[in-house]
């Protein structure tokens, strides 16, 4: 068999070292009630390449960038990525344990990745634009 569209690799990523401790303490927190979702953010944190905070490039998502991405589907949206007390779909602020969440962090702009929505259902984004980074509140309480 070759690749398929839902076989496609996955894009390096890239992760900083305060986020990928918050993260993985946060995926730690929740795996007995959503192992799922737990095993989802700790798979793209055992993939990424972690650096120093201050050696991120400010093309990569990190907790609490602002980012432009579309979608195979058409889509074209803007949020920013956040911890899940922070979240609100309505105010563009979507929570890292989302699938589409968990797809987005360390990539950099221009990158696209397959991710699978809690349907089932493979769908491809692609970063189009990355703004602004505000320090997520949850960086320091993700425990």
Avoid at 7 to 27: G, M
Avoid at 61 to 66: I, N
Avoid at 121 to 130: D, G, M, N, P, Y
Wanted: proline share 5%; aromatic share 2%.
């Amino acid at each position: 068999m070759t690749s398929s569209s839902t076989a496609r690799r996955k894009p390096p990523i890239t992760i900083s070292q305060s986020d990928h401790e918050a993260l993985t303490r946060l995926a730690d927190s929740i795996a007995e009630r959503n192992p799922a979702v737990s095993e989802a953010l700790l798979a793209e944190l055992d993939r990424a390449k972690i650096v120093a905070d201050d050696r991120l490039r400010p093309d990569i998502v990190r907790m609490g960038s602002s980012l432009r991405y579309t979608t195979d589907s058409g889509e074209d949206r803007s949020v920013t990525l956040v911890f899940p007390a922070e979240a609100d779909i309505a105010q563009g602020r979507i929570s890292i344990l989302t699938p589409v969440g968990a797809a987005l962090i360390g990539l950099s702009q221009g990158q696209s990745i397959d991710w699978a929505a809690r349907d089932g259902r493979v769908h491809r984004l692609t970063v189009e634009s990355i703004g602004e980074h505000a320090e997520p509140a949850g960086l320091q309480q993700a425990s």
